[in-house]
């Protein structure tokens, strides 16, 4: 049984810094993707980052240049640096994961992962 486990949420005032974790365990895949989403209240969940198990990225145009995605293989844990943070970041964020084809084809922003965690709840003050 995959399990994601989010941490590191918290309050910030704008331009702070968090940085998320995502600790897995039970994974099957023998090659993955792994992504971070976020939904603030009344809006869509929009995907924020991703990270394949090659080690390749892709940030979302909102956050490029804010946030960095990153893991640890050896801690099997992902990690989202979010930097210059603004009020408009402020949101639940979630990793997810799923099997490779889904960083290769980008389909991954559309939130078809297979395993999602629990969230971690970022707030942002003005």
């Known amino acids: 049984q995959v399990q994601l486990v989010e941490s590191g949420g918290g309050s910030v005032q704008s331009g702070g810094s968090l940085r998320l974790s995502c600790a897995a365990s039970?994974?099957?895949?023998?090659?993955?993707?792994m992504a971070w989403f976020r939904q603030a209240p009344g809006k869509d969940r929009e995907g924020v980052a991703a990270i394949s198990s090659s080690g390749g990225t892709n940030v979302a145009d909102s956050v490029k240049g804010r946030f960095t995605v990153s893991q640890d293989n050896a801690k099997n844990t992902l990690y989202l640096q979010m930097n210059r943070l603004k009020p408009e970041d402020t949101a639940m964020y979630y990793c997810?994961?799923?099997?490779?084809?889904?960083?290769?084809?980008?389909?991954?922003?559309?939130?078809?992962?297979?395993?999602w965690g629990k969230g971690t709840l970022v707030t942002i003050s003005s």
């Open positions: 039970g994974y099957t895949y023998r090659s993955y993707c």
């Open positions: 997810a994961a799923a099997d490779f084809s889904k960083c290769l084809l980008g389909s991954w922003r559309g939130g078809a992962m297979d395993y």
